[in-house]
């Protein structure tokens, strides 16, 4: 078990003399450079997503992207005379993807420099390495889980949510009912370990102790009979958000402890790590037993520590960054009532 090292989860093109040869804007768009639609497909089915920023005009830079056929791999591209960086930080802010989790690609040194020097924890690459990308290791994934291969297309469905809530005029709760949430959970099996190690890969903010466990040890996890280990899937009138928490406990004779609670950043609005917290306090008092939680501070998670405190858990232990937590209410939580649980054996 080891601390995540963080993935790229999103690349960021330029266009003139990166995608392709020339500069649009002076009538030299010309073919695509060597290996960019192959490594904007490979990355594609890896399941990274993936965006432009690029100082042009809009149409004209969406027409040309269309006859390159690669205009629909990319999500909220930023085409403007603005700043790259500008842009990124629009594109990550719209996606919800940190920094250190996205890649820009430009063929001007000036430019990535200025992206550097504004957002410098996004890593930047000269457009010379393109079909050099998907060998780095941080492009890297180790399985593509049916998650990964549909990833675009969901977080497509997240955009237009995000906009028709931007829409919406009453509360947050009245908006998540509008959305008739589905929410299956149900035990791991060696079927879906594939989807759990990328969720513990790819999930930083939202990981209760910022920990990572290799496929053989999740292996032994699920077989293992002093463990409860789960999954959840969420589901609402905007299409499948895919396969999104996990929620491991172990069992001890007199509670339960929760060692990693991971929800997928896309959901985070949609109380989903409440969810989680409900059904394991369900699953305590089922068996009669106290139910606590470790919390171990990341530079990331510290809304993980909220969500348990919000949720009815204090403090009854502490060893420097490391939080143990109990539930110290009679009865267990109740789930929102704009969710439907489908609850698997």
Not at 45 to 69: C, H, M, P, Y
Not at 159 to 180: M, P
Not at 211 to 235: D, G, Q, V, W
């Amino acid at each position: 078990m080891g601390k995540n090292e963080q993935q790229i989860k999103c690349v960021i093109w330029d266009l003139d003399n990166t995608l392709w040869e020339g500069v649009l804007s002076e009538g030299g768009a010309g073919e695509l450079r060597p290996g960019v639609a192959e490594t904007v497909r490979e990355l594609d089915r890896r399941g990274i997503v993936q965006s432009v920023s690029s100082k042009n005009d809009f149409e004209n830079a969406r027409r040309r992207l269309e006859e390159t056929g690669l205009w629909n791999y990319f999500l909220c591209p930023q085409i403007s005379w603005n700043s790259k960086s500008e842009g990124i930080g629009r594109i990550l802010e719209r996606l919800n993807i940190k920094e250190e989790a996205a890649a820009f690609v430009d063929d001007s040194a000036f430019e990535r420099d200025e992206v550097q020097f504004v957002l410098p924890k996004v890593r930047v690459y000269d457009a010379v390495d393109t079909e050099n990308l998907p060998d780095r290791p941080e492009f890297q994934v180790r399985f593509i889980t049916e998650d990964a291969a549909r990833r675009r297309e969901m977080y497509r469905a997240d955009l237009k949510r995000q906009s028709a809530e931007e829409a919406f005029t009453g509360s947050n709760e009245d908006f998540l009912a509008t959305l008739h949430m589905k929410l299956s959970i149900e035990p791991v099996t060696e079927t879906t370990l594939q989807r759990v190690e990328e969720l513990t890969v790819r999930t930083h903010q939202l990981n209760s102790t910022g920990y990572t466990y290799s496929y053989e040890e999740l292996k032994e996890l699920i077989r293992s009979p002093k463990h409860r280990f789960y999954i959840c899937e969420l589901a609402d009138d905007y299409g499948t958000s895919g396969k999104v928490g996990l929620l491991l406990m172990e069992e001890a004779e007199e509670d339960l402890t929760i060692q990693l609670l991971i929800v997928s950043c896309r959901v985070m609005s949609r109380g989903i790590g409440s969810a989680l917290l409900c059904f394991a306090t369900k699953q305590a008092a089922e068996a009669g037993k106290k139910l606590r939680a470790e919390y171990l501070e990341t530079e990331y998670n510290r809304i993980m520590y909220i969500t348990y405190k919000l949720s009815g858990f204090e403090d009854i232990e502490e060893d420097g960054d490391r939080v143990l937590l109990e539930y110290r209410h009679d009865e267990p939580l109740e789930y929102a009532e704009y969710l439907r649980l489908e609850i698997g054996d």
